[in-house]
T-cell receptor, first 113, second 113 residues
Framework: DVKVTQSSRYLVKRTGEKVFLECVQD?????MFWYRQDPGLGLRLIYF???????EKGDIPEGYSVSREKKERFSLILESASTNQTSMYLC????????????FGQGTRLTVV | DQQVKQNSPSLSVQEGRISILNCDYT??????FLWYKKYPAEGPTFLIS?????DKNEDGRFTVFLNKSAKHLSLHIVPSQPGDSAVYFC????????????FGTGTRLKVLA
């Protein structure tokens, strides 16, 4: 079974803090993704990575950066957290070059106060 | 610009009846489509997928239909069960490029006992 693990289920951070969200997958997937889910807006792609050290902006990258130093780990960084970044953050991974489903982690509910 | 749209934010169905969830897309390059189910405070789980070479795919109680000319897909759940109550997301991906998944805004299904 593919496992995608996000380091925290719930986080509360203060405005202006630097926040790290970590994601690890155990299936040697090339692709990894960060989405955020907000009511009425669905899942929006923040960033994705198709290989180690390779990344591409998604639809809403502003205020975020990412790091992929190892194949199994993909980190989302909020450079200076703001209240409008309060959301559910979801990490996913998938194989490249074949059409298969993406597997999701359990999500991190981030609240910025 | 929403490339994948789910125009019904919610749907209520009686237990045992058919649930039909709809999804429209605008990008003709999409050629792989997926449905995910999401419970509160959990990550989305994969339900069923279809590639553009097919117009129907069935898996137990779940059937996905694809109408390429209308750029429309639908998920049929028969018979609906109370445990099917969740938010359903459709997603699309293109064979060209980096295989990223674009999600719709979701439809909340409530199956009434």
């Amino acid at each position: 079974d593919v496992k995608v693990t996000q380091s925290s289920r719930y986080l509360v951070k203060r405005t202006g803090e630097k926040v790290f969200l970590e994601c690890v997958q155990d299936m040697d997937h090339e692709n990894m993704f960060w989405y955020r889910q907000d009511p009425g807006l669905g899942l929006r792609l923040i960033y994705f990575s198709y290989d180690v050290k390779m990344k591409e902006k998604g639809d809403i990258p502003e205020g975020y950066s990412v790091s992929r130093e190892k194949k199994e780990r993909f980190s989302l960084i909020l450079e200076s957290a703001s209240t409008n970044q309060t959301s559910m953050y979801l990490c996913a991974s998938s194989l490249s070059q074949v059409f298969l489903e993406a597997f999701f982690g359990q999500g991190t509910r981030l609240t910025v106060v | 610009d929403q490339q994948v749209k789910q125009n019904s934010p919610s749907l209520s169905v009686q237990e045992g009846r058919i649930s039909i969830l709809n999804c429209d897309y605008t990008n003709s390059m999409f050629d792989y489509f997926l449905w995910y189910k999401k419970y509160p405070a959990e990550g989305p789980t994969f339900l069923i997928s279809i590639s553009s070479i097919k117009d129907k795919n069935e898996d137990g109680r779940f059937t996905v239909f694809l109408n390429k000319s209308a750029k429309h897909l639908s998920l049929h759940i028969v018979p609906s069960q109370p445990g099917d109550s969740a938010v359903y997301f459709c997603a699309a991906s293109a064979r060209t490029g980096t295989y990223k998944y674009i999600f719709g805004t979701g439809t909340r299904l409530k199956v009434l006992a």
